[in-house]
């Protein structure tokens, strides 16, 4: 349906339709400044058969003449220098209205807050962290590292802008998105009788013994109870990833930790890994934000940094 009607009077509709956008705005200001239809063209970066078109569209849209042509040039008519006026403060209204949303963008872009579960927090984002400050020298990070049920508690809270979790479901009111894959292993010190087995582990013996574990609400702990269906009471139970390590270490018991955490001890031989059939330990990672709200700035870039 046409914007004007058959008198060529703009007909009622929203302000966007009746209001001319302002790239044409900005076109006839030029006009007004240089006198030439062609050298506001030049200015704008368009062609001059564009701007021509650009100044009919907004005559048939205001239902007014604005601009007289002529070969020594282009001349406002009377109307023309009227909605010139209008035009120059709808154009600095703009211009403060841009100035203050880059205010906006700079506040958002000078921090970063990042919740993470303890692998992730120790193993992994380190390296994505200074990979982001070589493209973000000037944006100041903060890491607060916690299990996922933590994660999760501060981006709701609007404490954290973008999360990590190792759990096998995504927690309620957060978007998500797959970054790695991980393993997690039995492992133990070379002098308990787990590290002599000629066979795998069963599950069930497994599930029934008692083991170093993260607390509850740790993602670790989250996917071997669902894995093994129950655990027994722990052994010890410990609040970060390093502490059940050194634990396992030092031979108090066996653990179940994530391959990215025990690689140099493995490689070293100071906790020696034990087989287990019968039950499958791998999880996704994933990095988690409130739903609804898509990571944007320093935490989108940090999201992609993730799954290059």
Do not use: C
């Amino acid at each position: 349906m046409s914007n004007a009607d058959e008198r060529g009077t703009p007909s009622a509709g929203s302000l966007a339709h009746r209001v001319p956008d302002l790239g044409a705005l900005e076109l006839l200001l030029a006009v007004a400044r240089l006198g030439s239809l062609g050298g506001a063209a030049r200015e704008l970066g368009i062609t001059q058969p564009a701007a021509s078109s650009r100044i009919r569209s907004m005559e048939r849209q205001l239902g007014v003449a604005l601009v007289d042509r002529s070969p020594r040039g282009s001349r406002l008519t009377d109307a023309g220098a009227l909605v010139t006026d209008w035009a120059r403060r709808i154009v600095e209204a703009a211009e403060a209205f841009d100035v203050g949303a880059q205010a906006l963008r700079d506040r958002r872009d000078s921090r970063l807050r990042v919740a993470a579960s303890m692998t992730i927090a120790e193993y992994l984002l380190p390296g994505w962290l200074l990979a982001l400050r070589a493209q973000r020298p000037d944006t100041a990070v903060s890491l607060h590292a916690g299990n996922s049920t933590v994660v999760a508690q501060r981006l709701l809270s609007d404490e954290a802008d973008l999360g990590f979790v190792e759990g096998l479901t995504v927690p309620t009111g957060l978007d998500s998105v797959v970054i790695a894959h991980d393993r997690l292993i039995v492992v133990t010190a070379p002098g308990h009788a787990w590290a002599r087995r000629r066979r795998p582990l069963a599950a069930r013996e497994l599930a029934s013994t008692p083991l170093i574990l993260r607390e509850k609400g740790s993602g670790t702990r989250q996917v071997l109870d669902a894995a093994l269906g129950g655990l027994a009471r722990p052994l010890i139970e410990l609040s970060s990833t390093t502490a059940v390590k050194a634990a396992a270490v030092s031979g108090a018991g066996p653990a179940v930790l994530s391959e990215l955490a025990v690689g140099e001890e493995l490689a070293m031989r100071r906790l020696v890994p034990v087989p287990v059939e019968g039950v499958a330990l791998a999880r996704d990672l994933r990095a988690v934000w409130p739903t609804g709200h898509r990571p944007t700035g320093p935490a989108r870039d940090l999201l992609s940094l993730t799954r290059d």
